[in-house]
């Protein structure tokens, strides 16, 4: 009985010590067959390595396609879609999103549009108000904030975190202190500061305040200017370009 035990237990560690080593075998050939295959894979050396971004900034919708002016700085992140058109020395920082799917979006000249931003136009506004959305001239929107179908006069500043619903109007020379919600069809006349949830009256801007709106664009605009000056809308496509014509011994 002894004996037949041993036997049993040879036989057990023979079969198991069989299937090991088949399965290391069968590991070290599928390491050398990837490695050969990975050899035999060679890059072509008039392959183009082009500088692929999965995010577009441009994105047409239908007949609509954004519009940007030749001056205007829109950050690599930005995404523009539909009827949205950026004017003249405009700057839209990086990662704000200017949907314009159901109406059209218009950042007036010398405005700026700051970091995640979120402007947005509905089909129709429920106050009978026009429903797109309008940033006029020497406009500054703060950080965060929120823009949906309501207009923005000449010169004013929309601090950070503030959110604008549908039909309000900012009137000209006026202030919406950051973090404020200003409700759908709710008017900040002009020359005035407004602050809260939901947004109330403040305060009368002084004279010396509402010179320092305008200059604050402007001084916006010359930090747009700078970032445009270093950054290259269209990547570094021309320097693979430059590339193929020099193997094909184009002059370039």
Known sequence: MATLGRLSRRVIVTILSGHLRCH?????IRRSLATEAQAAIKESPDRVKWDYRGQRKIIPLGQWAPKVAVDAYVAPNVVLAGQVTVYDGASVWNG???????????????????????????????????????VDRYV??????????????PECI?????????GSLVETNSILEAGSVLPP?????SGELWAGN?????RTLTHEEIKEIPRLS????????????????????YLE???????????I
């Open 198 to 202: 939901p947004a109330r009256f403040v």
């Open 158 to 166: 929309i601090g950070q975190h503030s959110i604008l619903m549908e």
């Open 96 to 134: 704000a999103v200017l949907r314009g799917d159901l109406n059209k979006i218009t950042i007036g000249f010398c405005s700026s549009i700051q970091e995640k931003c979120v402007v947005h136009a509905a089909w129709s506004s429920p106050t009978g108000l026009p429903a797109e959305t309008l």
């Open 24 to 28: 290391q075998n069968h590991n070290l």
């Open 218 to 237: 402007t001084a916006i605009n010359d930090l747009a200017n700078a970032h445009h000056s270093e950054f290259l809308p269209y990547s570094t496509v």
């Open 140 to 153: 500054t929107v703060g950080a965060y904030s929120l823009l949906r179908s309501c207009t923005i006069e």
């Open 241 to 251: 370009v430059e590339k193929l014509k020099k193997s094909f011994g184009i002059s």
């Open 185 to 189: 069809g709710r008017r900040i006349p």
